[in-house]
């Protein structure tokens, strides 16, 4: 693997757009990338400074009272009742351990790694890194008598917003295990849906009972307290599952010392044992949420999927390229659709991860820019 077989950088394609909206006389408001901006709740400040006395390594297994609040917070928030404290793993934030999987599992050559067709790059990334061969499809129909060895499957969908079903889980899970396919599913975004179902507190989980039949077997969930918690500096975040998948990530991390800090160990067990601080960040973002949607539908802007996490799915019916320029020219960036397949050329995201004032300040300029066309 050598860096010529990765694919450039994202968000180095829109640097001209940003240096466009960086010249609007009352500033650049950057709504491109999902960066949270409020403080971090204080019980979590609280617990990653008790635990700055950190003179020990830390298990990369994480401590067992951090395992069973995992298991606890699946259990209390994820409608996933039978979670093995043995199969929970904290992770150096979600990313990287979405990058290394298919490494971590031993894909290589010749080994086929599912994602869906509008999918956060890393996905792609993840394969190519392990040398095997990333595959995006739009349904499971679509990889016929192919089996992967890893399905990613991505709810609360980035960039999109969509929310997939208990239903269509469980039809996952099935075609998964008839083949012997390990499901990963990311589910980062999952306390911030804005759907008012009947489904459960949160975005359904790959580990839901209803889903997986009370069976771990060949699933990983992976979360992040990044954006439900705002500590994304921390990279904070675990992975969930089936014991023995989990057993095999936690043998080849410590040969490689791929281990969370303590006091990061420490803050994660606060950030998932307390939730009054993720309803108080929901009720921020769906405020954001609101503000920024109703000036974009009133401007003619279509939003489509958009029902959970921390984005908007928006489209004017063209260029996902020529809609960053248009608001670029009133100082908003946004990410163009087309990072996360060719399915999104004709959509942009746009991030809730703004301050309550800018949030405001972009819905103004989007609604007089409109206004006047």
Not at 2 to 14: A, K, V
Request: proline share 6%; hydrophobic share 40%.
């Amino acid at each position: 693997m050598t860096s010529r077989s990765l694919p450039g950088f994202p968000w180095d394609s829109i640097a001209d757009a940003k240096r466009l909206a960086s010249e609007h006389p009352d500033g650049l408001i950057d709504l491109s990338v999902g960066t949270p901006v409020d403080p971090t709740p204080q019980v979590l400040q609280d617990a990653l400074s008790a635990a700055a006395n950190a003179h020990g390594y830390p298990q990369v297994h994480g401590t067992p009272d951090l395992r069973q609040g995992v298991a606890d917070w699946f259990a209390r928030r994820r409608g996933a009742s039978g979670v093995d404290p043995d199969g929970v793993m904290p992770t150096v934030g979600s990313k990287e351990l979405i990058a290394w999987l298919p490494t971590l599992l031993d894909l290589g050559v010749g080994d086929v790694v599912g994602c869906p067709h509008l999918a956060y790059p890393t996905y792609d990334v993840g394969a190519r890194l392990a040398g095997a061969r990333p595959w995006a499809a739009h349904s499971l129909l679509q990889y016929g008598p192919t089996r992967p060895k890893l399905l990613w499957i991505n709810s609360p969908g980035n960039p999109h917003g969509q929310v997939l079903g208990l239903e269509h889980l469980a039809k996952v899970v099935s075609w998964a295990r008839t083949r012997g396919v390990i499901v990963a599913s990311d589910e980062c975004y999952a306390e911030f849906d804005w759907r008012d179902e009947p489904e459960g507190l949160s975005t359904p989980s790959i580990l839901d009972d209803r889903v997986c039949g009370g069976s771990h077997e060949g699933l990983l969930a992976v979360y992040s307290l990044s954006k439900q918690s705002s500590v994304a500096g921390y990279r904070a975040a675990f992975v969930a599952g089936d014991v023995s998948l989990v057993n095999r990530l936690v043998q080849v991390r410590k040969h490689a010392g791929m281990i969370v800090p303590w006091p990061v160990q420490r803050a994660l067990l606060a950030g998932v044992t307390d939730d009054e601080h993720v309803a108080q960040q929901k009720a921020i973002y769906a405020r954001r949420r609101e503000v920024l949607r109703a000036a974009m539908v009133q401007a003619g802007w279509q939003i489509d999927y958009s029902d959970a996490g921390l984005y908007l799915w928006a489209s004017q019916g063209m260029s996902c390229r020529a809609s960053v320029d248009e608001l670029a020219r009133i100082g908003i960036l946004v990410t163009p659709g087309d990072f996360y397949g060719s399915a999104g050329d004709q959509h942009v995201r746009v991030a809730l991860t703004a301050t309550d004032d800018q949030i405001r300040t972009a819905a103004a300029r989007i609604t007089a820019r409109w206004a006047s066309a």
